[in-house]
């Protein structure tokens, strides 16, 4: 079957540096994506992976290797307004999204 | 862990026709369910939420005469796109929550992939 997992939740303190993770395991792969959600809000796109490495974004990178079935999301100098949910979706090879359940992010100060 | 289907993943219609697209939450109730609609590389936009038994909300610009959902059952809401035409094509995405244990997750269906000719 098809799988994506990332960790359930994670905590981190505000200005350091976070790596959320997630793992997948789909019939094909045409891409990978981050989004953000914020509680009671619409997702909103952080970025998309389809060949291996690093794409650097601002504060936020994703990285991708297709041979493990990898990817990590890293935000550095953490905000109080990177309190979310992110989630990783994985375009399988009939272009449907298989997502992953969400990592809730909780940023302390 | 929950999963949401969405029936069918593609279709191809000819323009003027209605089409209906399904979302099922297969392992759990869902009180509200949010349809989406995604454009490539970008942010999801709300279409509306839909409460079981009740009218869906739309959100402003979309039209609600043109979209018609139906959420008859705690595990079924339904989009009809009436009317089709081409500058409808796009990935719908339907997503659902519980009211029970876990309400502020939602579960994201695969998407519907609608194409109008």
């Known amino acids: 079957g098809q799988n994506i997992d990332q960790p359930t939740e994670m905590t981190a303190t505000e200005g350091a540096i976070v790596q959320i993770n997630c793992t997948y395991q789909?019939?094909?792969?045409?891409?990978l994506f981050w989004y953000q959600q914020h509680a009671g809000e619409a997702p909103t796109f952080l970025s998309y992976?389809?060949l291996d490495g690093l794409e650097e974004k601002g504060r936020f990178s994703s990285f991708l290797s297709r041979s493990k079935g990898y990817s990590y999301l890293l935000l550095k100098e953490l905000q109080m307004k990177d309190s979310a949910s992110y989630l990783c979706?994985?375009?399988?090879?009939?272009?449907?999204?298989?997502w992953g359940a969400g990592t809730k992010l909780i940023i302390k100060p | 862990g929950a999963v949401v289907s969405q029936h069918p993943s593609w279709v191809i219609c000819k323009s003027g026709t209605s089409v209906k697209i399904e979302c099922r939450s297969l392992?759990?109730?869902?009180?509200?369910m949010f349809w989406y609609r995604q454009f490539p590389k970008q942010s999801l936009m709300l279409m509306a939420t839909?409460?079981?038994?009740?009218?869906?909300?739309?959100e402003q610009g979309v039209e609600k005469d043109k979209f018609l959902i139906n959420h008859a059952s705690l595990t079924l809401s339904t989009l009809t796109v009436t009317s089709a035409h081409p500058e409808d094509s796009s990935f719908y995405i339907c997503?659902?929550?519980?009211?029970?244990?876990?309400?502020?997750?939602?579960?994201f269906g695969p998407g519907t992939r609608l194409t109008v000719l």
């Open positions: 992976n389809v």
């Open positions: 979706a994985v375009m399988d090879s009939n272009y449907q999204l298989i």
């Open positions: 839909s409460n079981e038994g009740s009218k869906a909300t739309y």
């Open positions: 997503s659902a929550k519980t009211s029970g244990w876990d309400t502020d997750t939602q579960y």
């Open positions: 392992d759990f109730q869902a009180t509200t």
């Open positions: 789909t019939s094909g792969f045409n891409g």
